[in-house]
């Protein structure tokens, strides 16, 4: 396993009696595409600019690259790409001075990449950005935290007003940067995106961080939602022997149910064999179903 390029330690950020964060410890390591999940309110952005030192803990340490985010912070912010949740840019200038004016702070980047970017983001760079739409003023945003080619990028729903096409060539982006052993911290709401481009994820809820887990992992524990014709009425305890199934619900000879995890499906057929079976529904599990189950009886701030 790679070292960590990110290391949060006990990280708290309390805001008076409004919610913040609380103990906070994770490690995302280099070369990692980590998603860092939960709803508004959760507690993600205050983690993030925690890590950037845009804001300063109440207690705790995050240390990005081997340096601490707040003593080191000047050294850290040349080789971290930042895109936030709320993109503010400088709406009289086009897209195309912006970025000229983002390589000058940065000290000067490779031109050609980020040429290659506008071109493969089909960016709208000669155009005030005031008159962008919100995905072109997005892909404007994804370009500047990628143009220095930095080591560690942190992006807040990157994906957010993109089309599809675009957000495919941004998930070959990444999938691109993960070669080169670059880190990525992404926030995001997408669920299909977290799936296909994320090795790990945590999630945060109420300011706590309540599960680290691998994709493959929560893949295993994806709930299929499956639904059963038979020829006939079965009884209402026809599944009462199945492991880790819920939402069981039979009407006369349909029965639709919900399983949690591939490997439970087994006893679940066997039952149903027993029967003679006229249609099976079974839609591709669902992903999101198990994060919300982590979120249930939360409320957006």
């Not at 390029?5 to 919610?19: E, P």
């Not at 970017?117 to 739409?133: E, F, H, R």
């Not at 941004?170 to 997408?190: A, C, G, P, Y």
Request: net charge negative; aromatic share 6%; hydrophobic share 40%.
């Amino acid at each position: 396993m790679s070292d960590p390029a990110i290391i949060i330690k006990n990280l708290s950020k309390h805001y008076g009696k409004a919610r913040g964060i609380s103990n906070i410890n994770l490690e995302v390591y280099a070369g990692e595409t980590f998603g860092f999940l939960g709803p508004n309110g959760a507690g993600k952005t205050t983690t993030i600019r925690t890590i950037l030192n845009f804001i300063k803990p109440n207690d705790g340490s995050v240390e990005v690259l081997g340096l601490d985010s707040v003593g080191d912070s000047r050294e850290i912010h040349k080789n971290i790409g930042y895109l936030p949740g709320e993109l503010e840019l400088f709406n009289q200038m086009t897209g195309r001075s912006f970025l000229t004016f983002m390589a000058n702070i940065r000290g000067g980047v490779d031109w050609s990449y980020v040429e290659e970017m506008i071109t493969n983001l089909n960016a709208q760079v000669d155009k005030p950005i005031g008159s962008l739409s919100h995905g072109n003023k997005q892909k404007i945003g994804l370009i500047q935290a990628f143009m220095h080619d930095p080591d560690v990028l942190i992006l807040d729903e990157p994906t957010n007003g993109l089309d599809p096409l675009v957000q495919e060539e941004f998930h070959k982006i990444l999938r691109d940067l993960k070669e080169s052993n670059k880190t990525v911290f992404l926030s995001s709401h997408v669920m299909s995106e977290v799936e296909e481009i994320c090795d790990r994820v945590a999630i945060i809820r109420e300011g706590q961080l309540i599960a680290i887990e691998k994709i493959e992992d929560l893949k295993d524990k994806k709930l299929q939602s499956i639904e059963v014709h038979f020829a006939s009425k079965v009884e209402d305890n026809i599944f009462e022997n199945v492991l880790n199934i819920s939402d069981i619900k039979i009407d006369g000879n349909i029965a639709k149910v919900k399983i949690s995890g591939a490997k439970n499906l087994d006893s679940f057929i066997k039952t149903i064999a027993n029967y003679e079976v006229i249609k099976i529904i079974a839609p591709e599990p669902n992903l999101e179903e198990i994060f919300l189950s982590y979120f249930k009886g939360d409320k957006d701030e």
